[in-house]
């Protein structure tokens, strides 16, 4: 039966059903397993914990089955964006990626390759022409422009590249790269997928085998592995995805309206607003709109105003958490303004976030 994507949420990668035993079996966590003593290690049989571990394999099936793919889990998103470079450069020197993209992936990039080549998220898309790899993130992070996946994708296989879609902010609730034709998913599990702000944990999907093996052979020999109970509270907290997802949008929808009538901002991007640059891409491509929109405010001085009056917003730099938090861009280096704001919608009242961001914007002023 074709389910919707709350009762996906709630039953994916779950046993079946046994009397007697809970809905989610707890964590394996021993690193040894028992081989048999004759025929020694058997495929599909737990053999060592590096490999192998039903925790893991419980967690892979359910984000596989909400990416429509094979899922590896890896230790935090970094572990992961690093498979997947390492994946391209193995093919050719030459990667792609978003100027405008996650800060810590270009640095990550230059370590790998000295060929590497910066393009804006909302284009133009150069020649892909001798690229090895495409790294797409859309809705960009911290940005939010966007980018058409389908497009893309397929000016990358024509020219024999590999294309890869950052899925952290959006999650597989609201947008599927690999029905729009990319090569690979990949995101960092520590934000809206898991979201009670309490785990690290990265994945990489992909419907192509080889490519599965290839990044499955990469983390067995690097080790990048997710630890057991972190992999247990992430399968445990993707049941509430949808629930917690459509709070956050529906936050987001009224703060961005919010910002976008204070005298206290000088700018708001959110891809659900029609008035948004990305908006027609974004309805058009995105299941639903995620919770994290950007603001500007003057300067560093009136965001720590802003801060300083919030009873509700917390500074931290991971979002798509429960608890509505707020972050500072230009405080991590990252190339933006000194006054703008990535803000993250918890899953708080609407009316008190709101009555809250308001007299936080006024002392802002």
Request: net charge negative; glycine share 10%; proline share 9%.
């Amino acid at each position: 039966m074709d389910y919707q994507d709350g009762t996906r949420c709630v039953h994916a990668g779950l046993p079946e059903p046994v009397p007697g035993e809970p809905f989610l079996p707890g964590p394996v966590l021993a690193a040894p397993y028992h081989l048999d003593p004759i025929e020694g290690p058997r495929p599909g049989v737990p053999g060592y914990g590096r490999p192998d571990n039903r925790t893991w394999q419980r967690l892979e099936a359910a984000i596989g089955e909400l990416e429509g793919g094979d899922c590896l889990v890896f230790a935090s998103g970094m572990a992961a964006i690093t498979a997947v470079l390492h994946l391209f450069v193995r093919r050719g020197p030459r990667l792609v990626m978003p100027s405008d993209g996650y800060f810590s992936a270009r640095p990550l990039a230059a370590l790998l390759t000295d060929d590497v080549v910066y393009v804006p998220t909302a284009g133009p898309a150069p020649d892909y022409a001798g690229a090895a790899g495409v790294l797409l993130e859309t809705p960009a992070n911290p940005g939010l422009d966007v980018c058409d996946i389908a497009v893309l994708s397929a000016r990358a296989r024509a020219a024999g590249a590999l294309s890869a879609v950052d899925n952290t902010t959006p999650t597989p609730l609201g947008q599927r790269p690999l029905e729009l034709g990319a090569d690979i998913s990949v995101a960092s599990g520590t934000k809206a997928l898991t979201g009670h702000s309490d785990l690290l944990l990265g994945y990489v999907c992909t419907r192509d085998p080889d490519l599965h093996a290839e990044l499955r052979n990469w983390r067995n020999l690097t080790g990048g592995v997710p630890g057991p109970f972190e992999a247990w509270l992430a399968h445990r907290s993707m049941g509430t995805l949808d629930l917690r997802l459509s709070r956050q949008t529906h936050n987001a929808a009224a703060v961005a309206e919010l910002l976008a009538h204070h005298p206290a901002v000088r700018s708001v991007r959110w891809p659900g607003r029609p008035v948004d640059p990305s908006y027609e891409l974004a309805t058009r491509q995105m299941r639903r709109i995620p919770g994290v929109v950007t603001f500007t405010l003057e300067d560093k001085a009136a965001v720590d105003r802003f801060f300083t009056a919030s009873a509700l917003v917390r500074a931290a730099t991971s979002f798509g958490g429960l608890h509505t938090t707020a972050d500072r861009r230009a405080q991590w280096g990252d190339d933006t303004p000194e006054g703008l704001v990535r803000f993250s919608c918890g899953v708080e009242s609407p009316d008190d976030l709101l009555t809250d961001l308001a007299q936080a914007l006024d002392a802002a002023r």
